[in-house]
């Protein structure tokens, strides 16, 4: 498994920006499969994007156009950054990766074998 701590979270208004970051350690992060989700208050966890190690991306249909993830290999960081941020985007948000073989850029959180502890967006309307 791969240790990652989040960071970024706040709270925000609507239409502002936030950039969250997943800093690794213990593996070089751009070997696997990174991730963030998002859980909501009385929701299931929902993919918001991934990146491949080879460098493919992919969204959810929500964020698209808003949010883009991107990779620092020097810091061994994943970042998300998110703009026009809407009352809607409010949850605990999670970085996630995984060691295991996998094809394509899944979605389903019980493909990733590594989470971090979460931090929370706020966005009021």
């Known amino acids: 498994q791969v240790q990652l701590v989040e960071s970024g979270g706040g709270l925000v208004q609507t239409g502002d920006s936030l950039r969250l970051s997943c800093a690794a350690s213990?593996?070089?992060?751009?070997?696997?499969?990174t991730g963030w989700f998002r859980q909501a208050p009385g929701k299931e966890r929902e993919f918001v994007a991934a990146i491949r190690s080879g460098g493919n991306i992919r969204y959810g249909e929500s964020v698209k156009g808003r949010f883009t993830i991107s990779r620092d290999n020097a810091k061994n960081t994943v970042y998300l950054q998110m703009n026009s941020l809407r009352p809607e985007d409010t949850a605990v948000y999670y970085c996630?990766?995984?060691?295991?073989?996998?094809?394509?850029?899944?979605?389903?959180?019980?493909?990733?074998?590594?989470w971090g502890q979460g931090t929370q967006v706020t966005v009021s309307s």
């Open positions: 213990g593996r070089t992060l751009s070997n696997y499969l």
């Open positions: 996630a990766a995984t060691t295991r073989g996998t094809v394509g850029i899944p979605t389903l959180p019980s493909v990733y074998d590594s």
